[in-house]
């Protein structure tokens, strides 16, 4: 028997199942300590293979934009001042492949405020009350935003969270100077989501 599962476990005897001894008993607690730790390997590797998959798509993108010294300094001056639009068109979803976005979804950051009209694909651990609309939409005053250069000086890691009616989100961003964008949508109540996407350019 394994040292992890060698723990004392105090069995009251009229509790135990009929037909059942108390050796076979904590052979079984011992099988289910076992078992849940094996559930929890897994879930991790997953959500590990998921970013990496997603990473390797993401920077795989981004090597085929350019930047000039104009795009550089839109770019820089939208993030600064807090007013810009991702425009997503691919999810990640934690437990899926990568969804192709049909219609048109985003994130916008003005001011001091955050608005989403985003798609979801994964596991909700609790329903929302009344059904809910669906996806993540929010349009909520921006908690704790914080950002700063990436470690290659090629853009921004942005930090912020969002309280919604039925949710609360933390949301990481991922801003680069071609513009290319990754966000990352972690909730309380469902699994984390990817999406990759661009910074809406102005009208000419």
């Known amino acids: ?7 004392i476990i105090y069995v009251p005897l009229k509790m ?3 037909h059942m001894s108390l050796a076979t008993f904590l052979l079984y607690k011992c099988q ?3 078992f849940n730790l094996f559930l929890n390997q897994i879930v991790m590797k997953s959500r590990l293979y998921h970013a990496a998959i997603v990473m390797l798509v993401f920077v795989t993108s981004c090597s085929s934009l350019k930047t000039t010294p104009e795009s550089i300094q839109e770019i820089t001056r939208k993030v600064e001042s807090k007013d810009y639009t991702v425009v997503v068109n691919y999810a990640n979803p934690m437990r899926w492949k990568q969804i192709y976005l049909n219609s048109e979804y985003d994130l916008r950051i003005k001011n001091d405020s955050a608005f989403a009209y985003l798609p979801y ?20 005053p921006l908690i704790g935003y914080a950002i700063k250069s990436n470690k290659k000086s090629d853009g921004w890691d942005i930090r912020f969270k969002v309280k919604g009616l039925d949710d609360g989100f933390e949301i990481s961003m991922n801003i680069f100077n071609t513009g290319s964008s990754m966000i990352t949508v972690n909730s309380f109540n469902r699994d984390p989501i990817t999406f990759t996407g661009e910074v809406e350019k102005e009208d000419k």
Do not use: T
Not at 1 to 7: F, G, L, S, V
Not at 121 to 140: D, M
């Open 1 to 7: 028997m394994r040292n992890k599962c060698c723990r």
């Open 16 to 18: 135990l199942p009929i």
């Open 32 to 34: 289910q300590v076992e």
């Open 121 to 140: 694909f994964g596991v909700a651990y609790s329903a929302p009350y009344g059904g809910g609309e669906g996806g993540i939409k929010f349009a909520e």
